[in-house]
C-alpha cells in the first residue's frame, strides 16, 4: 500500500517513482494507492501497469473489501470518488504509536481557504470535524494506554467546528483539558485568523496546553498575503501574536513561510524578513515557493528566478537559527518538564536521551532508556540552535512501563 503525497509537483513523480518501484519488487501482490496524489489524479495512476487499487482520501474503511474483490476477480479498481461533495469525516482510530511518548490524534480534514498555491483543498476536500464525543473517546484510550501527550490534528485544525453547531476547537480544549491523567495537549498548527477571545482564554487557563504554538505566515508582506489569498494582514498576525505572548508568558511561536511566490520583490522579500525578526520566532521553516499545477499561482507570470529563491531561503534559515538560539537562552537555569522520546541519535547506550519541553525545546540529557515516556524534570544548562542540554533534576512520573529512578 503507497500513501502518496501531491503538495508540490515532485510530490507526484516522487510517488510515481515509489509505485513502480514497489510493483517491481513485489510482482504477486496487490499494490494499493492511497493518498492525495491518487485522489486528484487517479487516471495518471491507473495508467502505471501493474496497480490493482487506486483509493483517494475517503472510503479507506473499505479498504479490505476492495482487495478481497481484486484476489476474487482480478481485475484493476478505481475507487475515487468525488472529495467535494464528501461532508463528513472519516475516522480512522490510530491507537498505537512506534514513538511511545506522543500521540497524534487527527479531529478535522478538509480545509476551506483555497490559498492560491495550493491544492489541498482539491485533495482533501471542504473542512469538516470529527465528532466531539469521538475526540474524547480517543483521547481518553490514548491515556489509558499511557500517553502522556496528545498533538492534535488536521488539515486546517484551528477551523475545528466550523461545521458543527456551538462547539469550536476552545470548547474541545477545554473537554480534552478535563481528562485526568493527560498532561499535555499541543495543537500541531493553527491559523492566526483563527485565534480568537476564546481560544486566548482556553490557553490562558490550562495547564495542560503546552506553550507551543505553530502559526503559519508564509509571506511577511501584504500585498504577497493578498496575492496567496491568505486571511490576515500583517497587522492583525502581529496583534495575535501579542495577544498569545501576554496570555502565555514564554510561548514558543513557530511558523512556515514560503519565499519567492509569484511576484515577490526584493523589497517585498525585506519587509517580510524584518517583520519576522521583529516578531522573534522560536522557529521559522522555510520553503522556496514550488509551482502546484492547477492552483492559480501556478498560472501568474511574474514567477520568480530560482537563484533568487535559494538566496532569499537561506537569508532566512539563518534568521531562524539566530532566534531559535536567542529563543532557548532565555531558557538556561531554568528547570523545564521534558518527556524523553528516544535514545540520543537513536544509539541506545549512549546515556543520552532526547525529548520535547512542552515550549518545543529539544533537550538532550544523562539518562536511560527505561526514562522515555515518563515525565521528567530538567534544567536547561547549555542553550542550542537545534537541542539544548540539560541536566535531570527528577522524574516527575515514570511511563508506567516498570520505568525505575535510574540517574536520579
Ligand atoms: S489554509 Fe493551508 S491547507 Fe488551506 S488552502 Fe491555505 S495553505 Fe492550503
Redesign the pocket.
Known amino acids: 500500500m503507497i500513501n502518496t503525497c501531491t503538495v508540490t509537483n515532485t510530490g507526484d513523480k516522487k510517488s510515481r517513482q515509489i509505485i513502480r518501484r514497489a510493483i517491481r519488487r513485489n510482482p504477486d501482490a496487490v499494490i494499493a494507492v492511497t493518498g492525495c496524489y491518487a485522489q486528484t489524479s487517479p487516471a495518471e495512476i491507473m495508467d502505471i501497469p501493474g496497480v490493482d487499487l487506486v483509493i483517494g482520501t475517503q472510503d479507506r474503511d473499505k479498504l479490505m473489501d476492495y482487495i478481497r474483490q481484486i484476489q476474487r476477480d482480478r481485475k484493476p479498481v478505481n475507487a475515487v470518488r468525488n472529495i467535494m461533495k464528501t461532508r463528513e469525516f472519516e475516522e480512522l482510530d490510530v491507537p498505537n504509536f512506534a514513538d511511545r511518548t506522543r500521540a497524534f490524534l487527527k479531529i478535522q480534514e478538509g ?1 476551506n ?3 492560491t498555491f ?1 491544492i ?2 482539491w485533495s482533501r476536500g471542504l473542512s469538516r470535524s470529527r465528532d466531539p464525543q469521538s475526540v474524547i473517546r480517543q483521547a481518553r484510550q490514548l491515556v489509558a494506554a499511557g500517553y502522556k501527550e496528545i498533538v492534535l490534528t488536521g ?2 485544525t484551528g477551523g475545528y467546528g466550523d461545521d458543527l453547531d456551538n462547539y469550536r476547537l476552545s470548547d474541545l480544549l477545554r473537554d480534552l483539558d478535563k481528562i485526568e491523567g493527560l498532561k499535555r495537549i499541543r495543537i500541531s498548527s493553527i ?1 492566526a485568523s483563527q485565534i480568537d477571545e476564546a481560544m486566548i482564554e482556553v490557553l490562558n487557563r490550562s495547564d495542560k496546553m503546552c506553550r507551543h504554538l505553530h502559526i ?1 505566515l508564509q509571506a511577511g508582506d501584504d500585498s504577497v498575503l493578498k496575492r496567496m489569498r491568505r486571511k490576515y494582514t500583517t497587522e492583525e498576525y502581529a496583534d495575535k501574536i501579542r495577544l498569545i505572548k501576554r496570555a502565555m508568558p514564554g510561548v514558543a511561536i513557530t511558523t512556515d513561510v514560503i519565499v519567492g511566490f509569484p511576484g515577490e520583490t526584493d523589497e517585498m522579500f525585506e519587509n517580510g524578513y524584518r517583520f519576522m525578526e521583529e516578531l522573534g520566532f522560536s522557529e521559522m521553516h522555510v520553503f522556496p515557493y514550488s509551482k502546484r499545477t492547477g492552483t492559480p499561482a501556478a498560472r501568474m507570470t511574474d514567477q520568480v528566478d530560482e537563484e533568487v529563491k535559494h538566496e532569499r531561503v537561506h537569508r532566512l534559515i539563518d534568521l531562524s537559527e539566530r532566534m531559535q538560539l536567542q529563543y532557548a537562552e532565555q531558557f538556561v537555569g531554568q528547570v523545564l518538564d521534558v518527556i524523553p522520546e528516544r535514545d540520543y541519535k537513536g544509539a541506545p547506550g549512549s546515556g543520552l536521551v532526547m525529548g520535547y519541553s512542552d515550549n518545543y525545546l529539544q533537550v538532550v540529557f544523562d539518562g536511560t532508556e527505561d526514562l522515555i515516556g515518563s515525565l521528567c524534570r530538567v534544567q536547561i544548562t547549555e542553550a542550542g540552535v537545534n537541542e539544548c542540554r540539560g541536566r535531570l533534576v527528577r522524574v516527575l512520573e515514570s511511563h508506567g512501563r516498570g520505568a525505575t529512578a535510574a540517574g536520579i
Open positions: 480545509c481557504n483555497f490559498c495550493c489541498i483543498p488539515i486546517h491559523e503559519p
